[in-house]
């Protein structure tokens, strides 16, 4: 269920020139979600929370050195189109 939820979510046209999502629009949506998803359990339950936090954070520091993101694979094998940075 969570599957098909992501598959629909990223298949929304989210601009005015109807332009799909690609895997670098998706890559730094979902970073987004899982730095303020952390920092709002790490805020509202456990301090551990802010672990999740830095591990994004260094995640996207290496991809961009690298240009290797799991997520960005992930999201290619969902069928998304590439994007400038993640092809």
């Known amino acids: 269920m ?3 939820a992501l598959r629909f979510h990223l298949n929304v046209r989210h601009s005015k020139d109807s332009t799909e999502m690609t895997i670098d629009n998706a890559v730094l949506s979902f970073a987004g979600l899982m730095v303020l998803t952390s920092l709002a359990l790490g805020y509202f339950h456990s301090e551990y929370w802010f672990l999740l936090t830095a591990f994004v954070g260094l995640n996207l520091l290496q ?12 999201f290619k094998r969902l069928g998304l189109n ?4 993640f092809k």
């Open 63 to 74: 991809a961009g050195f690298t240009g290797l993101c799991p997520a960005a694979m992930i």
């Open 2 to 4: 969570m599957l098909a």
């Open 82 to 85: 590439p994007g400038t940075a």
